[in-house]
């Protein structure tokens, strides 16, 4: 079921989005009256795997802000669920952040796409072009598309590498609106938006 609420609007329009976060937040929200983003918090997260998937990140930021302004001090966006029946529940350690926000002020992608996007390999348009790309890569001599940016073609290969980053723009394009592939994100948390915060054990509503 879609979520009609959490459709992209007009100007004006508050849009209600989930966010699970670390429960240390409250303290930065106390303090500042808002929470925002550290590239730092994305590496902490992923562990030794952060080298993997920073380069994926960071792109999704520069990209990101070039469709909705980013704060001068902020360096990685907040991830938000567009509906409570598909957000993380609050677990030991993590509240979770009931917000309205305004419309304008969110990213919104498809998850789904956000895989080929963290494994940086192409992201097709549909299947047609999925299978116009498998063949490519036979005519070229290549027999592993994971291997462009990483591996054995890593350098090798600059125009594949340019074709695959600007696949990755796909990302941004919602074929098909539902609570369960698309994803709305924000540069900070603010004071003003937060309506409920739920710790664990509790209801989201």
């Given at each position: 079921?879609?979520?009609?609420?959490?459709?992209?609007?007009?100007?004006?329009?508050?849009?209600?989005?989930?966010?699970?976060?670390?429960?240390?937040?409250?303290?930065?929200l106390e303090r500042d009256g808002r929470i925002i983003n550290q590239r730092v918090y994305v590496e902490l997260h992923f562990g030794d795997i952060a080298?993997?998937?920073?380069?994926?990140?960071?792109?999704?930021?520069?990209?990101?802000?070039?469709?909705?302004?980013?704060?001068?001090?902020?360096?990685?966006?907040?991830?938000?669920?567009?509906?409570?029946?598909?957000?993380?529940?609050?677990?030991?350690?993590?509240?979770?952040?009931?917000?309205?926000?305004?419309?304008?002020?969110?990213?919104?992608?498809?998850?789904?796409?956000?895989?080929?996007v963290l494994n940086r390999i192409y992201l097709p348009k549909d299947e047609t072009d999925r299978q116009e790309y498998k063949q490519h890569l036979k005519d070229i001599g290549v027999v592993n598309g994971f291997e462009f940016f990483q591996g054995r073609y890593a350098g090798k290969y600059p125009q594949e590498e340019a074709r695959?980053?600007?696949?990755?723009?796909?990302?941004?394009?919602?074929?098909?609106?539902?609570?369960?592939?698309?994803?709305?994100?924000?540069?900070?948390?603010r004071k003003e938006w937060v309506k409920q915060i739920v710790h664990p054990g509790e209801a989201v509503v």
């Open positions: 079921m879609v979520d009609q609420d959490a459709k992209k609007g007009s100007g004006g329009e508050m849009v209600r989005l989930y966010t699970r976060q670390n429960d240390k937040t409250l303290y930065q080298p993997l998937f920073m380069e994926s990140y960071d792109w999704f930021t520069e990209e990101a802000a070039r469709r909705v302004e980013k704060p001068a001090d902020v360096h990685a966006p907040i991830w938000c669920s567009i509906s409570r029946e598909n957000c993380l529940k609050p677990i030991e350690g993590t509240v979770v952040y009931v917000l309205e926000v305004p419309a304008e002020k969110i990213i919104y992608f498809d998850e789904g796409k956000w895989d080929y695959i980053k600007e696949s990755w723009l796909r990302v941004f394009e919602i074929d098909n609106w539902t609570i369960f592939n698309v994803c709305g994100n924000i540069w900070e948390i």
